[in-house]
């Protein structure tokens, strides 16, 4: 199993130690790049697939890295609706 197949096993999994770090690492690897919106942006982030022009939009966590179950939850339910995932 490569380690693209292990990340996307453990998130699908929707553990509570899930970190933006191992997100954004996933949603590199299934074809789409982080962007943020200006200076003013915040903690809002969209990851953006260029081919597809499919977006998910998040709020990266914080104090703790570490993401929320529904965030978890929603960009796995987006995933599938797009066929990215199964």
């Known amino acids: 199993m490569s380690k693209k197949?292990?990340?996307l096993k453990r998130f699908l999994s929707l553990p509570a130690d899930f970190s933006y770090a191992e997100l954004a690492r996933l949603m590199k690897w299934l074809?789409?790049?982080?962007?943020q919106s200006g200076?003013?942006?915040g903690s809002?982030?969209?990851?953006?697939?260029k081919k597809t022009k499919h977006i998910v939009k998040i709020h990266k966590p914080h104090p703790k890295p570490e993401l929320k179950g529904y965030q978890i939850r929603d960009i796995i339910e987006e995933l599938r609706r797009k066929e990215v995932i199964k």
């Not at 074809?31 to 962007?35: D, H, M």
Request: hydrophobic fraction near 35%; avoid cysteine.
């Open 31 to 35: 074809g789409y790049n982080e962007t």
């Open 5 to 7: 197949d292990k990340l």
């Open 44 to 49: 809002a982030v969209a990851f953006i697939n």
């Open 39 to 41: 200076k003013t942006s």
